[in-house]
């Protein structure tokens, strides 16, 4: 009898590959996506801007997945459901365990709980944040913007909190009921523990009389002793006789016991102790006792060797004066800047009371209804301050800013909704006839000229026509940014000449890097006063770009040293170690100075990314991380405020930044993460940014031949012998590593490799791998034997290689040269 084949088994082979196939692959999805939103979840601001350049292949993201990761979180959490997202992936490895028949979940009770905080999760944390942020994602935000708008605020958080409630009583059976029954049993368990104490008849507590009696002293030959003690009685005898109790129940055995009475217990002394006899001093009459009087006198505080020293030289010499080499130097007058005439702002009436009627009339036309209405009049805006009538929302008011900007026929109309400390809403509209803000005027105010800060900067007036007046020390780094121009340079001069006009050569240093070459180059005429450079370099205003690495490595071994002088001297931050070495209480001999501020100041920040990328970067993060306790500061500008310039590397430590105008609002949330800096009207128009307000300024004006006046005068003055020299810095990527040339080891496509690096005039290594169609390693071999032999130059970081010969004449005369060796 023939058998059939045993087609089972081997169907259920075929069966069983696709089923792990797709059980891994659920559970790689589900570790991917989770991977995914965390590291999404972590720098989602950088991320989110990247989502969109997946062909980019210059941007680099911090996704753990890379843009894959970005585009993930920015699908699941941002443009959809927020951190409910996790119930998603969770799925999927759920999914992914039921392919394998692994029931570690029940499939549709896990698939039911996941779909309510799927759906209940995201709006209760747009409810939470308000829909700032990614933790409710585009749906939350949506639907409880919905929600808010029909039932308000009060409504929302009744569905909220119900939904939630209601799930938890479903899910745990928190009924009253099951909860009582739960109490019951918890007052079982507890009172059975002292009843199963107590004997639970009357033969078990005789049988216990009994036993107690059995053993006791009379029988186990136990003597007492009398102790003496200071009392009256030592040996006690209770003589109460208890007569047997009968207790029928527990209940009245308690009962009985209670009643018992303390007159019941009879105490005697049988045999009297005799009592202690204790002597005791004889008292002295209060006459014959002398009182001793003994007064302590205060410590007198005795300084150490050192501490005297410092005291000597004080009192001998003074404190040490950091102005003695610049004695004579006189700060510059306020008459060098130009007078711009009257500045005083004029009221025109008819402007405002135009305004306020099409304010008024346009809220109403959307049944926005106002019950007060305050203008303030600033040099380049006026800020109309609307108080909406009881039941008005405030998302009524932001949402109509178009409409109003329309209605007014006016640009950069912004809405500040609510004002910060004033239960207002603010409607910035520019003025038909700005007042412009010199220079002159705001030095020359008394908030600037009696402002006791570290380093004081005066950047304009406010939209109330006040002076704002800021501590650079405290910022600590200012980081500026804006279209072209929109003020930018401006607003560096009015910062450089602050500082000038307040801050003496011997407390201040100018580090100047200007890309543009011609920006800053008025500065350098005041070199030997207030700039910074590198030894051996002739400028001091740093225009290569190539020197700018070297320059900012050269300030962290300054930031370094600077930081092991602090150490040394126990000190926090360099105003404590200045007034320690003003008060000569630090040796100069032990390498103590006085320590200057150092002000970075880099003019188009974007111009370097693009040049150098991370070796600037990095150094400039560094900067700004460690640098703020020993007094250098950074002032970074840029005209192109994407995250490819302003990444958020450098935005987490640069709290404190200054937008001009930009030309959209991505822009203006790349720079302040809010939206704003594209209302403004340029010409000095900006927003100011300390971490927590924002604040509209105009800039003060200061033209070029004011600056050139106040360089000049500064120049004119005796100054130090050479600007203040940086540490030196010796580049490592520079030197080469590659051994001397040799012609035996040389490779075969070595002379077909140089000629093509020489018709290109390009060193690069990827250009031999196309031309040559080699592999990265054979095309790295030859290029380090081009170096060796002098055809091109050593590694430059992400740049081409320098090609040293010019023409292929000159290069055949090397292969000559080289044969003879």
């Known amino acids: 009898m023939n058998k059939e084949p045993n087609t089972s088994t081997a169907a259920s082979?075929?069966?069983?590959?696709?089923?792990?196939?797709?059980?891994?692959?659920?559970?790689?999805?589900?570790?991917?996506?989770?991977?995914?939103?965390?590291?999404?979840?972590?720098?989602?601001?950088?991320?989110?801007?990247?989502?969109?350049?997946?062909?980019?292949?210059?941007?680099?993201?911090?996704?753990?997945?890379?843009?894959?990761?970005?585009?993930l979180g920015n699908l699941f959490i941002f443009e959809s459901i927020g951190v409910a997202a996790f119930v998603v992936a969770f799925l999927f490895l759920v999914f992914g365990t039921l392919i394998f028949k692994k029931t570690y979940f029940k499939p549709w009770k896990t698939i039911s709980h996941s779909l309510f905080f799927i759906c209940w999760t995201p709006i209760f944390f747009g409810a939470v944040t308000g829909g700032e942020g990614v933790l409710g994602g585009v749906y939350g935000y949506q639907i409880m913007d919905y929600l808010k708008s029909y039932i308000g605020s009060v409504g929302l958080w009744m569905v909220l909190l119900v939904s939630f409630a209601l799930y938890f009583v479903l899910e745990f059976n928190l009924r009253p009921s099951s909860i009582k029954n739960k109490l019951n049993d918890i007052n079982d368990n507890t009172f059975g523990k002292l009843k199963g104490l107590m004997p639970d008849s009357e033969e078990e507590f005789e049988a216990d009389e009994d036993l107690a009696n059995e053993v006791s002293p009379e029988k186990l030959n136990i003597t007492e002793t009398p102790v003496k003690t200071d009392n009256d009685f030592s040996n006690i005898k209770v003589t109460q006789d208890f007569e047997p109790i009968k207790t029928p129940n527990k209940t009245t055995f308690v009962e009985e016991i209670k009643e018992i009475q303390p007159e019941q217990i009879v105490l005697s002394t049988e045999t009297p102790v005799q009592k202690p006899i204790i002597e005791t001093p004889a008292v002295k009459p209060a006459d014959d006792i002398t009182l001793n009087i003994e007064v302590k006198k205060e410590e007198v505080y005795v300084p150490n060797a050192e501490q005297q020293k410092s005291d000597d030289l004080v009192s001998k010499h003074g404190l040490y004066d950091h102005k003695l080499d610049l004695a004579k130097f006189q700060m510059p007058s306020v008459d060098l800047l130009k007078d711009y005439g009257n500045e005083e702002i004029t009221i025109n009436h008819d402007e405002l009371e135009e305004n306020k009627n099409r304010i008024v009339g346009l809220l109403k036309t959307f049944n926005v209804g106002i019950s007060e209405i305050k203008a303030t009049i600033g040099p380049t805006v006026t800020l109309y301050e609307i108080v909406p009538e009881a039941g008005i929302r405030v998302s009524a008011i932001k949402k109509l800013q178009d409409d109003i900007a329309l209605n007014l026929s006016a640009l950069g109309i912004r809405i500040i909704a609510p004002m910060p400390g004033k239960g207002t809403i603010g409607i910035e509209v520019p003025r038909k006839n700005p007042t412009m803000v010199s220079m002159k005027s705001v030095i020359a105010s008394p908030k600037f000229q009696t402002a006791d800060m570290d380093l004081p900067i005066v950047f304009g007036k406010t939209i109330s026509n006040e002076v704002f007046v800021a501590d650079l020390a405290k910022m600590p780094h200012l980081l500026m940014a804006g279209a072209t121009g929109q003020g930018k340079s401006v607003g560096i001069n009015a910062i450089l000449t602050s500082l000038i006009y307040k801050k003496h050569p011997s407390e201040l240093k100018f580090v100047m890097v200007d890309p543009k070459k011609v920006e800053l180059s008025l500065y350098s005429k005041i070199e030997r006063h207030y700039l910074a450079k590198l030894p051996d370099t002739e400028d001091a205003i740093i225009t290569d770009n190539a020197k700018v690495i070297n320059t900012l490595n050269s300030l962290c071994i300054e930031m370094d040293q600077r930081y092991d002088l602090l150490k040394n001297a126990f000190c926090k931050n360099i105003k404590e170690y200045n007034a320690k070495f003003s008060q000569r209480k630090l040796n100069p001999e032990n390498g103590h100075r006085y320590l200057p501020y150092i002000v970075l100041v880099v003019d188009e920040f974007a111009d370097l990314i693009m040049t150098a990328g991370k070796e600037v970067e990095h150094p400039i993060a560094r900067l700004a991380q460690l640098a703020r306790a020993i007094g250098i500061h950074l002032i970074v500008a840029t005209q192109r405020p994407s995250v490819n310039v302003i990444t958020g590397m450098i935005k987490a430590n640069f709290p404190a930044r200054i937008a001009f105008r930009v030309i959209s609002g991505v822009d203006s949330k790349t720079i302040l993460d809010s939206p704003g800096a594209e209302q403004l009207v340029g010409r000095g128009d900006m927003l100011y940014f300390n971490g927590n307000d924002l604040t509209r300024l105009q800039c003060a004006f200061v033209d070029t031949p004011e600056v050139e006046r106040i360089a000049e005068f500064v120049g004119e003055q005796k100054g130090y012998p050479d600007a203040y020299l940086l540490p030196e810095y010796s580049s490592e990527e520079g030197t080469s590593t590659v051994g001397a040339f040799d012609p035996n080891e040389k490779d075969q496509l070595f002379e077909d490799a140089a000629r093509i690096v020489i018709s290109t005039q390009q060193g690069s290594t990827s250009m031999l791998q196309r031309q040559l169609k080699l592999g990265y390693n054979r095309a790295g071999r030859i290029m380090d034997q081009l170096e060796a032999a002098g055809v091109v130059g050593g590694f430059n970081g992400a740049k081409a290689r320098e090609v040293l010969i010019s023409d292929l004449h000159s290069l055949e005369r090397l292969f000559d040269e080289l044969k003879g060796k």
């Open 13 to 71: 082979k075929i069966i069983s590959k696709p089923r792990i196939i797709s059980g891994i692959t659920f559970i790689v999805l589900s570790v991917v996506l989770t991977f995914s939103f965390v590291s999404y979840l972590m720098n989602w601001k950088a991320d989110q801007s990247q989502a969109g350049t997946m062909a980019d292949k210059t941007v680099v993201s911090s996704n753990l997945f890379g843009k894959i990761g970005d585009w």
